[in-house]
């Protein structure tokens, strides 16, 4: 599953991709909306972890507009609900998360992310390099004419 | 793709599925020896461990399960706003027992099932854990339970303790760590093919497939010496510049060690002196 509360803390590994790798770019996105359990004392001690504007930033990417700027200084448990929202109940269920450095695509199945090495891509995903490359160009391609 | 590869390590390798088939009975046919071929770890991995998760994968039992004492007793005393990494999640029996935890794992097909491990939505990751896809230190806690024995060569076993050490806090991170151990108990159902604690030994481990008694899938693992663990953490932690033992402005201490039905296991704590 992607939700935002995984993708907060993931970063790109891509060899030599060591600065604005983070946060990976979400782009062709299916999102599915589910309630989960909601767990006020969780959320106050994970706040200190989260990269604020890197979340407003993917939750809107997403197509959720209910988190500010600024993390608000009082966090009443309105705040705290609209928080648990955008962490735990939109789920990624199919997409492509990019390095804003690098390029690098991660593209997600069935909620599930695929952050495995170049070369595992490479033997394993040739197909979707394949296209990938042939979209790239085909992009191109209709630029330069 | 992968099945094209599997064709190709077999042929390569020499059938151990028909070796092994000599010797098979309808119980577990016996766990046997094995080198690794050190010039493609990775591809060895590939055709030894991974391919075959994906292919017995639905033959895990994803139900009940009951983490040993230590596992317990660990994931118990960890803080409930705590967010940690497991680290070959495989089915992700462990994470409904941690507090927020994401499930990383090669075998995308063991993922599918552990994305609902215990009956709930959970946060599972296709990836390797030799890699770190991760905010530096931003977890608290890793655990990789039977996981970094299907590495093939001691340096890559050294470099997922590395990554486990990245992963977590400078300041607090709790790490757990459990693998194979050449020393069985009684209670094990193997018959291993040596006795000779001292000496880790490669092997492949036989799994029969419950409804097709003539499929056997070999998975390899490295079965630990005695010391090898805590000694690989040793060495991994002071290549990356932490010191291993109390009282300095930052390192690791080693919690506990020792060994539990059949396994290895080492417990570290990563702190830093305020100030």
Redo the contacts between chains.
Sequence with gaps: MVRLITHNLLACHAKGCTSNNFPLQFKDVQIVVRESEFNPDFLRGFIPKIEWPALVSSSRELGDTSLSDQLPEMLDDAFLKTLHRVLFEIHVEEGVMICPNCSHHYPISNGIPNMASSVTLLIRGLPYLASSWLNMKLANDLKIS | ??AD?VRWWTVRWGSCDARLSSSATPMAPPVTITSVDASSP?AYE?ANVHDVYDQIAPHFSSTRYKPWPIIATFLQSL?????GLDLGTGNGKYLPFC??A?GLD?S?NL??IA?TAGGM????????V??????PG??DYVISIATIHHLATPGRRKRAIQQMLSAVSPDHGRVLIYVWAVRQDEQSKRTIPTTDSSQGQDVFVPWVLSDDQNRIFNRYYHMFADGELEELVITAAGEIGLYVGQGRQEGIEIVQQGWERSNHYVELRRYRVQG
Excluded at chain 2, 130 to 135: A, D, F, T
Aim: hydrophobic fraction near 40%.
């Design positions: 793709m992968a590869f990775e590939l803080r409930p706003e705590w967010v507090p927020c994401i090669r995308r993922l599918d994305r939505t959970r946060e599972v990751v296709q990836g390797d030799l890699e770190n896809y991760w905010r931003v977890f």
